[in-house]
């Protein structure tokens, strides 16, 4: 069974770093990109970027270029995000996503990690 | 950047009926499209892809029809667990963008 188990609900300052997780079971990790998307409280899906576990190449959007880092580690099939100085705007639910190959869309995902930026 | 228009932002039905969602893209992806439904607290859960193919396991009531610029995602007969926000996906330009949602409520 295909299962994406993210890290749990974390609760942050501003100006503090974070990273996420998730960990992909189940299926040839490398074989597949993993997607990061953010759900802002009450709004829609924001995709963020992407990485493709084999040899570690990354996209990400330019609304997130250079203000998160995406990373992965095959031997734990696990990626992961990563946050050097957390704003309360960053607060969140992230998804972690899996990228098919019939497409580029999403067949699988996390169950999502709430991040909260609070002074 | 693709942006993806949804109509309506809210759809009221009763269970049973036909419910018709849109989507319409600022410019062609031709079928490079994808349905999602979210229930609340829950993570997205692919419906359609390639605009009009459903994904494993996902009910035939739901059929997804359309290319280029104009989408459509029918639910034939709606039934309590499909009250749920509906997103489309863009997926042919590298700068992937969803819809803002569908709400499909009661």
């Known amino acids: 069974e295909v299962q994406l188990v993210q890290s749990g609900s974390e609760v942050k300052k501003p100006g503090q770093s974070l990273k996420i997780s998730c960990k992909g079971s189940?299926?040839?990790?490398?074989?597949?990109?993993i997607a990061w998307v953010r759900q802002m409280p009450g709004k829609g899906l924001e995709w963020m970027g992407i990485?493709?576990?084999?040899?570690?190449?990354?996209m990400y959007s330019p609304s997130f270029q250079g203000q998160v880092t995406i990373s992965a580690d095959k031997s734990t099939t696990t990626a992961y995000l990563q946050w050097h100085s957390l704003k309360a705007s960053d607060t969140a639910i992230y998804f972690c996503?899996?990228?098919?190959?019939?497409?580029?869309?999403?067949?699988?995902w996390g169950q999502g990690t709430l991040v909260t930026v609070s002074s | 950047e693709i942006v993806m228009t949804q109509s309506p932002a809210t759809l009221s039905v009763s269970p049973g009926e036909r419910a018709t969602l849109s989507c319409r893209a600022s410019?062609?992806?031709?079928?490079?499209l994808a349905w999602y439904q979210q229930k609340p607290g829950q993570a997205p859960r692919l419906l359609i892809y390639?605009?009009?193919t459903r994904a494993t396991g996902i009910p035939a009531r739901f059929s997804g029809s359309g290319s280029g610029t104009e989408f459509t995602l029918t639910i034939s007969s709606l039934q309590s667990e499909d009250f749920a926000v509906y997103y489309c996906?863009?997926?042919?330009?590298?700068?992937?963008?969803f819809g803002q949602g569908t709400k499909v409520e009661i």
């Open positions: 996503a899996r990228r098919q190959f019939a497409d580029y869309s999403f067949d699988y």
């Open positions: 189940g299926y040839s990790f490398t074989a597949y990109s």
């Open positions: 990485i493709y576990p084999a040899d570690s190449d990354i």
């Open positions: 410019q062609s992806v031709y079928s490079n």
């Open positions: 390639g605009a009009s």
């Open positions: 996906h863009q997926h042919y330009h590298w700068l992937w963008t």
